[in-house]
C-alpha cells in the first residue's frame, strides 16, 4: 500500500486501508487558505470522521487484547471487514467478539477440525457445551423439513436474514419451491423461523467475510 499525504491522516488511511484488505495509492491534501470553503468543510468533515473510528477502533483492539486475540497477528492472515461493521453502528465490544468468532472459524476450517454437529459454527470439533453457529445477513442455510401425511421430508435452502443466539433460531427467506405440498404454509418467499437444530448445510454469501 502507498499513501502520499501531506497532513495528520496518515495513520488513518493506513488503517482503512489495512482493514477493508485492500491495496490502493491515495491522494490526499491538507486545506489551504486559497482552498474552496466545500473542500475545506470536506476535510474537516473526513477528519472528524476518521477520528470517530479511530476511538471506536481502539476500543475494538482493547476488547480483543483483553482475550488474547492481538489483531495484528490475526487481520493480516484472515482479514475480517471491520469498516463494514462500523459503517453499521456496531458496538465495538459486539464487533470484537464477531472478529473473534470469524477467527476461530477460519483456523478450524483451515485445520480441517471445525465442528460437524452444526454448520457454521466457529467452535472446533468435539467442543463442550452447544453448537455457536455464526451466520450473515444473505447467507444460505439448508433446513430440513418434516413430511407431513406421510410424506418424506425434504432438505430446502432458507436466506438468513438474522439469528437469535438466546433461543437457538434463525430468521430468514425461503430460497426453494417445496417437492412436497404445504397448502398456505411453505411457498417461496416465505418467511421463516428455524431452529439451530435443523440446520444441515452452510453456504456464505458472496459478501460474507468468511
Not at 499525504?5 to 487558505?33: D, W
Not at 483456523?107 to 463442550?128: F, Y
Request: glycine share 6%.
Amino acid at each position: 500500500m502507498q499513501v502520499q499525504k501531506t497532513g495528520v491522516l496518515l495513520t488513518t488511511l493506513q488503517i482503512l486501508c489495512v482493514l477493508h484488505g485492500s491495496s490502493h495509492t491515495l491522494f490526499c491534501e491538507s486545506p489551504t487558505e486559497n482552498a474552496p470553503a466545500v473542500t475545506r468543510l470536506s476535510v474537516l468533515q473526513w477528519r472528524r470522521m476518521a477520528s470517530e473510528h479511530e476511538i471506536w477502533l481502539y476500543r475494538v483492539r482493547d476488547v480483543l487484547r483483553s482475550i488474547n486475540m492481538s489483531m495484528d497477528d490475526w487481520q493480516p492472515v484472515w482479514p475480517f471487514d471491520f469498516i463494514r461493521e462500523y459503517e453499521k453502528g456496531t458496538d465495538p465490544d459486539v464487533a470484537a467478539m464477531k472478529a473473534n468468532r470469524f477467527w476461530w472459524y477460519r483456523q478450524n476450517n483451515s485445520r480441517g477440525c471445525e465442528c460437524d454437529k452444526v454448520p457454521g459454527c466457529w467452535l472446533p470439533r468435539e467442543h463442550h457445551g452447544e453448537c455457536q453457529p455464526e451466520y450473515q445477513a444473505g447467507d444460505h442455510i439448508k433446513v430440513e423439513f418434516e413430511g407431513e401425511g406421510g410424506m418424506p421430508g425434504e432438505w430446502m435452502w432458507l436466506i438468513v436474514r438474522s439469528q437469535d443466539d438466546t433461543k437457538r433460531i434463525v430468521y430468514g427467506i425461503l430460497d426453494n419451491e417445496p417437492i412436497n405440498d404445504y397448502p398456505g404454509k411453505l411457498a417461496p418467499g416465505s418467511e421463516l423461523a428455524v431452529s439451530y437444530d435443523r440446520i444441515r448445510a452452510y453456504r456464505e454469501s458472496e459478501h460474507s467475510d468468511r
